[in-house]
Structure formats: C-alpha cells, structure tokens
C-alpha cells in the first residue's frame, strides 16, 4: 500500500538558519505530493503541494521539489523564522477514493 | 467563507457515555473525512464520505459511527465511549485536485 516517511524530529533551529525536513513516498501510478502545517491547538492548514514529477511547489517562502526518480518531496526554507515553530506534515494522494497517507509529522522548533 | 468548522471544540465524557461530533462545510466539497491524532501516531483515518448519502470505513473505524445525511455535514457518532477514544479529532473536506481542508479540532477526554 500507500506511505509516507518523514525525517524524524524534533528539529531545533536557531532564528535564520536553513531547514530541511526529509519526505519519501511509495505509492503506483502518480500521486499529487503536499505538505500541511500544523500550528499548536491547530487543524492542518495546506502549505504547498506539487501534482506531477519536477513540479516545484512553494509557499510563505517553503519550497519542496517533486522527484520521481528518487520518490522524494523534500521541504525547504532558507531561512526559518520563530513563527515557523509548528508540526509539519507530509502527504499524498492519488485519487484512491479519495483517501490520502500522512507521514507522522515532524516538529520543528526556531529558537530566536 | 467559514471553511470547515467543528463542535464541539472540547468534550470530556465518562465511560459508557455517548456523543455525536459535528462537521460542517461550506465549500461544496464532495469528500469529507474524520480523523484521530494522537501523540506518536499520526492521523489515523476513521471513516469517510465520497458523497451525500455515502460512508466508507477508514483504518481505525471501531466503536464509531458515522452519518452524511446533507451534503454539508458529517457526524462522527460514539455509541459508549471508552477511555481508548480519548484523543483530538478532526474533520476536513476535499478539492477535486486533492487539497485538504481541516477543521480546528475537538479535543475529547473519556474519563
């Protein structure tokens, strides 16, 4: 079936360094890729998403790259700020009546 | 728009009790789901709805029920809660191009 992997956390970044969270998927066919984020005492909220191999989506100034070939949508920020500080999570979704498969989140923490 | 709301937004309830969770959207999305959340593992899946009228069972569907009798709502139903279902649950809906809408959550302890 469907999964995703996430990088582990938590992540702990100083105010302005670069972030990088990890995401892998195994699923047939072509699933459409998104991240959500989760701010505390939240619902998810959509961060940015890609529906085909080398799209790049982007959002609030995170950007995740679609690989087919390495089966990877990988999440990055150049510089995080103290308002980043959330869970974030990566998803897929292809169309499987209309169902889609979460990685288990990965926290991250900016300290200022 | 009010997006995807949820109520009630904290319940606690002691064993044996039952209630009904509300989810209310007001996008027209076809597809709308309920999940659990609980610390180390995920969202898991409970049930889902493709359509007005239609419930499918997600991963974790035991000890719920679930009606889409209006195409805006979908009620997530617990006939005798047990200590087990203490957690956060949320409700989202679905674009046609696979985006997710969640709602703020309700945050349920079974004492």
């Known amino acids: 079936g469907d999964s995703v992997t996430q990088m582990e956390g938590p992540v702990t970044l100083s105010e302005e360094a670069c972030l990088t969270i990890n995401c892998t998927y195994t699923a047939t066919g072509y699933p459409s890729l998104f991240w959500y984020v989760q701010y505390p005492g939240e619902g998810l909220q959509l961060l940015l998403k890609?529906?085909?191999?080398?799209d790049k989506g982007s959002n609030k100034g995170f950007e995740a790259t679609y690989r087919k070939e390495t089966t990877s949508f990988h999440l990055e920020k150049g510089s995080v700020q103290v308002s980043d500080s959330a869970v974030y999570f990566c998803a897929l979704s292809r169309g499987n009546a209309g169902k889609s498969t979460f990685g288990d989140g990965t926290t991250l923490t900016v300290k200022p | 728009n009010a997006g995807v709301t949820q109520t009630p937004k904290f319940r606690v309830l002691k064993t044996g009790q039952s209630m009904t969770l509300l989810c209310a959207q007001d996008?027209?999305?076809?597809?709308m789901y309920w999940y659990r959340q609980d610390p180390g593992m995920g969202l898991r899946l409970i049930h889902y709805?493709?359509?007005?009228?239609?419930?499918a069972k997600g991963e974790v569907p035991d000890g719920y029920n679930v009606s889409r009798l209006k195409k805006q709502n979908f009620l997530l139903g617990l006939e005798s809660a047990a200590p087990s279902q203490t957690s956060v649950y949320f409700c989202?809906?679905?674009?046609?191009?696979?985006?997710?809408?969640f709602g703020p959550g309700t945050r349920l302890t079974v004492t």
């Open positions: 890609a529906t085909k191999a080398d």
């Open positions: 996008m027209n999305h076809e597809y």
């Open positions: 709805s493709v359509g007005e009228g239609t419930t």
């Open positions: 989202a809906s679905r674009t046609t191009t696979f985006e997710q809408y």
